[in-house]
Nanobody
Framework: EEHVEESGGGSVQAGGSLRLSCVASRYHYFSTAWFRQAPGKEREGLATIDRDSKTRYADSVKGRFTISKDKSANTVYLQIDNLEPEDTAMYYC????????????????WGKGTQVTVSS
């Protein structure tokens, strides 16, 4: 299991943007995804990117969320635009999967999360 670390969360007003970062040392061998979990809700898969930079998004975030990666920095990003209060959650990065799954069970290595809070 490798080390995964997220950053970039914070408190923003609705309509704003954030870019979350995920550093994972061997992410380029696997697919890497972003998930979120709000209090009292199940963990939700948001977006994933595979070793060839193919991407897949949950229907609920298409058009506002963009996943990308910087191979030189071993970093996967999640750009979130037009933030809504409903986006308030802990955001997690996970790696270790193959293909483009959005189920948490497919991923073997997880970070501790970064909090995103959106106020109206």
């Amino acid at each position: 299991e490798e080390h995964v670390e997220e950053s970039g969360g914070g408190s923003v007003q609705a309509g704003g943007s954030l870019r979350l970062s995920c550093v994972a040392s061997r992410y380029h061998y696997f697919s890497t995804a972003w998930f979120r979990q709000a209090p009292g809700k199940e963990r939700e898969g948001l977006a994933t990117i595979d070793r060839d930079s193919k991407t897949r998004y949950a229907d609920s975030v298409k058009g506002r969320f963009t996943i990308s990666k910087d191979k030189s920095a071993n970093t996967v990003y999640l750009q979130i635009d037009n933030l809504e209060p409903e986006d308030t959650a802990m955001y997690y990065c996970a790696t270790g999967a193959f293909g483009l799954p959005l189920k948490s069970i497919a991923y073997t290595s997880w970070g501790k999360g970064t909090q995103v809070t959106v106020s109206s």
